[in-house]
Structures are given as structure tokens and as C-alpha cells.
């Protein structure tokens, strides 16, 4: 029985309905089956589901099976599906022919059951080897994710006004993963983190590792900020969450296409740039390549207000909720033990660089700041909680981060 949806399924095409049913009557106990009483109607269920192999007559009204293939040929969808000629002409003269207009095998009319079943188990056997043999080509051993070579190749393809989302990965002081735990460790890492991200995908997205402990994440069609930048959050919480054991971060350089760039190299070019910045600025987060530099832009990271501004962003909010709810929260966060400008200052540098644009912080008191995170409530806030002090304890080892819920 035919399951809609299947692509590891046999299309027979043929307008003689008693040799339709007999090719039909001899495959289904093998392989699942659809059948196809034109060329015009194998063609529109190929383009619904694509077959594993088509097994088609030749010689039919109208459009012949060799058209009918040539047609399939000219859609992405189609291209190069496999198929097995039906042909009642006698002759080396027809086999040949058949062959050279592109058949993995022709079968003559009439033929034995057997003989069709054996010519189909070759073909597909054929087939499958082929793609695994594709599959190795572009497929990283370790991760299982795209290689380098294929996500620069499909994103080259692309037409110019094609919209995308490239992500630049780069993991956070991974290379100490391999000193204190050993290779092996660092290879389980990076298996976990490609887990990760691919969880964390769509069906159209194309995830690559492209060398060491660096991965793409190409969202094709997608540059609306509202969607990609909590997917972004998403993968730095995840992260943080499954390599935790390893004291593990992820960075992320973005760029957009087309505006930033249209080609693989320069889109990896400006997306390094902007992930720079994020490893220079404390790494653990995400940065917009069309952003600027994160030391001369005031609008990025969170907002630093004074003790009045606070309080009345704290009350709009309070009366927002009349019409439409906006969860937040409140901490209050101390660099424990140090009390000096300097100190201060870090924390300050620290908390705007890793909250959001979103977030707030003001001042509360000399050793003290406190922060309004906005759109967080419950076991959000305390996830947000569990990522500030472990992004902290990376770069600060001297001084606890003391924070309290408000």
C-alpha cells in the first residue's frame, strides 16, 4: 500500500491498465507502490513526493516515458531519479537507445516476473550505494553534519536576492577540553554540541562544521531578527546546558544575506567579524555583523538608566499588563568582595555586554546594580540566573557574582 509522504517508494507508469496491475501485482510484496495511468500524472506524483524509481513504459499517447523523464530531469525536486524502461521493441538497436537517453535498465515486453524483480533489486542496490557514497562526500565523520565544501556550495548557488541568516559558531575555550579531559572528550563534545544545534533547526536550515570546533548554522529564507535572535538565545542556553561538564560556551558572529553579502566567503568574513567582537567582549553570546563595533555602539547590550528612569520603566510595565502582559523580573547582582571603581566597573562592562538590548540595570547602591530583565519569569529567570554566573566564573575568577531575586 501506497503511503503518502514516502519517498522510498516504486512510481510505475503505464496506459495499458492489465500491464499496470501485473507490474503492480509483482512489486508489492517488495516495495511499496504507486501507479501512474499517464506520463502527465507520473509527473504530478513525482513532483508531490519524489519515488526511489520509476518503472515506465516506453511508448505511450502523447508524451512518451523517455519525455516524461526528461521533464522530471528539468526540476530541483526530480533531477536524476533513477528509472527502468518497459519497451516492446526487438533489437539491440531500441536497448541502446533507451540507455543512451539516460535508463538504469530496460526490461522487454513480455518478461517474467522474476526477471523484473531482480532488474528493480539491481538498480535500487545501485542506487543506494551512490548515496551513500554522496552521503560520505559531504557529510563531516564525526558530527555527522554538512562539511565545508557543501554549505559553501549551496549558499554560492543561490540566487542574489535570496535571503539567509549565517551564523558563525565558534565554541569557548574548547581547546581546554582537550587538555583536561583528552581528545576523545573533545570529540564528544563537538558530537553534542552538532546534536545540539540540529535539534535546534529547521528542516530547511543547513548545519556544518567547517573546521575544529567552528560549525555554520545557515537559516535559509529567514532575516527577521523577532525570529532568529531567540533561536539564537536558544542555542547559547542549550549550550550552556549540555556542556556544562566541560565548561563549554558557544559565541556567534551573524550575517545577513543580501544585505551584508551574497557569497559564502564574504558572508563568513563578516560574520568572523562580528564574532570577534563577541570573544572580545566576553564570549557567551551573539552579535549582528551590521551592529558596529560593540565598544563605540551605545544601543548594544543592555540599558544603563538612573535610579528614577528605572522605576518608571519598572511602573509602565506594571500598568502594560492591564492590556497585554509582559512577565519581568528583577535582580539585584554584587561583585562579592570587591568594592572599588574598578571592580565596578567590570561588573557594570559585564552585565551590558551579556544581557540583552532588552534588559535593564541601574545603579542601586556603590557595590550593588540592579537589573530588570524583561520577558522573564519563573524557571526563565532562573535559567537567566544559572547563565550570568556561569559566564561570569569564565572570566572572573578572583571575585564570587552575588546575585539576589527581587
Known sequence: MYIPGRSDYILIVDDDPVQLNYVKNKLKDHFECQCA?????????ALKHRPMLIVTDIMMPGM??????????????????????????????AESKVL????????RKPFDAEVLLQRVNNVIRVVKAQNSLRTMAVTDDLTGV????????????????????FCLLDLDHFKNVNDRFGHEAGDAALCIFARTISRLSRSDDITARIGGDEF????????????????????????NEDLEKYDVTVSIGVSLRPSDATSFAELYQRADEALYDVKRSGR???KFFDEGDSEDDADSGAMLVSNGDFDNIVEFLGRSNDRVHISKSVLFVTNVGC???????ELLSFLKQ????????????NSTYTVLLTGTDGGNRDLAIKRIRFLWSKTHKDYELGIVKG
Open 354 to 365: 551579556n544581557l540583552r538590548t532588552a534588559d535593564v540595570i541601574t545603579q542601586s547602591d
Open 37 to 45: 495511468a499517464s506520463p502527465e500524472e507520473g509527473i504530478m506524483i
Open 216 to 239: 555554520v548554522l545557515f537559516f535559509k529564507g529567514c532575516v527577521d531578527r523577532r525570529i532568529i535572535v531567540p533561536r539564537l538565545r536558544r542555542i547559547i542556553e542549550r549550550t
Open 284 to 286: 557567551g553570546s551573539y
Open 64 to 93: 512518451s516515458g523517455t519525455e516524461m523523464m526528461a521533464r522530471l530531469d528539468e526540476e530541483e525536486k526530480t533531477k536524476g531519479i533513477p528509472y527502468i524502461a518497459v519497451t516492446s521493441s526487438d533489437g539491440t538497436d
Open 339 to 345: 568594592n572599588n571603581d574598578k571592580c565596578r566597573g
Open 146 to 165: 554538512y562539511t565545508r565544501r557543501y554549505i559553501e556550495n549551496k549558499i554560492d548557488s543561490l540566487a542574489d536576492d535570496v535571503e539567509g541568516t
Open 100 to 107: 543512451k537517453d539516460g535508463a538504469s535498465d530496460y526490461i
